[in-house]
């Protein structure tokens, strides 16, 4: 939603089924973990072993052939840490769960995993891609760049069916876009993708407000670093689809060697655990905030997804380098999924790499700013926000002050 005025609240009573049958705030906690019982564990193990022992070695041969020739996940022990690793793949597994797509490769940031799937589409000579604007400021930057050998052409949702070319590889939408918060139908784009792949970038949602696989994207990106890890502490990328196309990436990630750390692995498979819990009470304090500041005369427009989720962009009167500095208890940082609230100004940081004009007519303009909520007490944030909007014009009240009035 983008609005002036009003806001929409987080859809908190939604229960999402997992392919297992299980709701999704089971599958968050046990997915990737089912073996641990059987084998006397309650905690996920961590393995750091970069090479495992085989004396068989007839046997390892065969096994490389075999992922070379599909990319699936070899049979047996591991064999090397570029080519699987035991803690990644229950993270793995259970991103893939809660998406609802037959698998998920992880890569070491959330541009290494976009930039295996552009490899992976261009090594089939489908180097062209169709992409809707806003997208995150470096997806943007790779693609127009072609610094991959892509090439791209960026349209609006309604024109995906028209930029299609025989060479198209890959349609890529990001919904809630970073930073409007912009939303696309996803059903509508798949279907008008057709048999090219839609790639949709669901780091904003999460799959606890959104699994776009449902609406037909056969390709579900995240930045892992923001909300599935959920604590600002690693850093990390995840695909989440159908076991064909993973196996092209794992060949794609052995070959280039954008692994995953298997620390990584476990905090991430932890951070999913804690994962609608989180996204639900971080979009609570998200939608209050939204309405504040929507009520606030120095705020010229605030954009809240309809979907819900805890990111609010707006846009101020003043100047919004002075909220930056202003700000005390949250963190003026990039980055946003993190249990405590971050702010920043896109049009310097998070999109300064897209041309000026482009980023403009995405609607990133100079006074916007992209406030990732937290889980911190709502009066505390907007305390600390109400200071660094600095003073209101004379005669005006805050948004609580009218609603005690009216009361």
């Not at 089924?17 to 599958?27: I, K, M």
Request: glycine share 10%; charged share 20%.
């Amino acid at each position: 939603m983008d609005s002036a005025r009003t806001h929409t609240s987080p859809p908190d009573d939604v229960r999402f089924t997992a392919p297992a049958g299980r709701a999704l705030a089971t599958e968050a906690v046990h997915a990737g973990r089912d073996d641990l019982a059987a084998q006397g564990l309650h905690a996920p193990p961590i393995d750091l072993s970069t090479t495992y022992p085989s004396y068989d070695s007839r046997g390892e041969a065969a096994r490389i052939d075999a992922f070379a020739a599909t990319g699936a996940e070899p049979d047996g022990p591991p064999v090397y840490g570029r080519l699987g690793n035991p803690t990644v793949a229950r993270f793995e597994t259970a991103l893939a769960r809660l998406e609802g797509t037959e698998a998920a490769v992880a890569f070491a940031s959330g541009m290494a995993a976009l930039s295996a799937v552009l490899l992976v589409r261009g090594s089939m000579g489908l180097r062209h891609v169709v992409a809707v604007r806003p997208l995150y400021g470096c997806s943007d930057h790779l693609l127009t760049a072609g610094l991959l050998g892509s090439e791209v052409t960026w349209t609006d949702p309604a024109g995906v069916a028209d930029a299609l070319r025989p060479d198209t590889g890959l349609v890529l939408v990001e919904s809630p876009a970073n930073p409007t918060l912009a939303e696309v139908d996803l059903r509508a784009v798949a279907h008008a993708c057709g048999s090219v792949p839609l790639l949709v970038d669901n780091t904003f949602a999460t799959p606890v407000l959104q699994r776009p696989a449902e609406h037909g994207a056969r390709l579900v990106l995240h930045s892992a670093t923001k909300y599935l890890g959920g604590h600002g502490d690693v850093l990390a990328g995840v695909v989440a689809c159908d076991e064909e196309f993973a196996g092209r990436l794992r060949q794609v990630r052995f070959a280039t060697g954008g692994v995953l750390h298997p620390l990584a692995g476990y905090l991430l498979l932890r951070g999913l655990s804690t994962l609608p819990v989180r996204v639900r009470a971080a979009s609570a304090n998200a939608a209050d905030l939204a309405g504040r500041l929507a009520a606030d005369p120095r705020v010229a427009r605030v954009h809240y997804p309809r979907i819900g989720g805890a990111m609010v962009s707006f846009e101020v009167h003043g100047d919004p380098h002075a909220v930056i500095a202003g700000v005390r208890l949250i963190t003026p940082a990039v980055s946003l999924g993190s249990v405590d609230t971050l702010i920043q100004h896109p049009a310097s940081i998070s999109h300064r790499i897209v041309d000026a004009d482009d980023r403009r007519g995405a609607g990133v303009g100079d006074r916007l700013l992209r406030l990732s909520v937290g889980l911190e007490d709502v009066d505390d944030l907007w305390a600390d926000l109400d200071r660094a909007l600095g003073e209101r014009a004379a005669g005006a009240v805050s948004p609580r002050e009218a609603l005690s009035r009216a009361d």
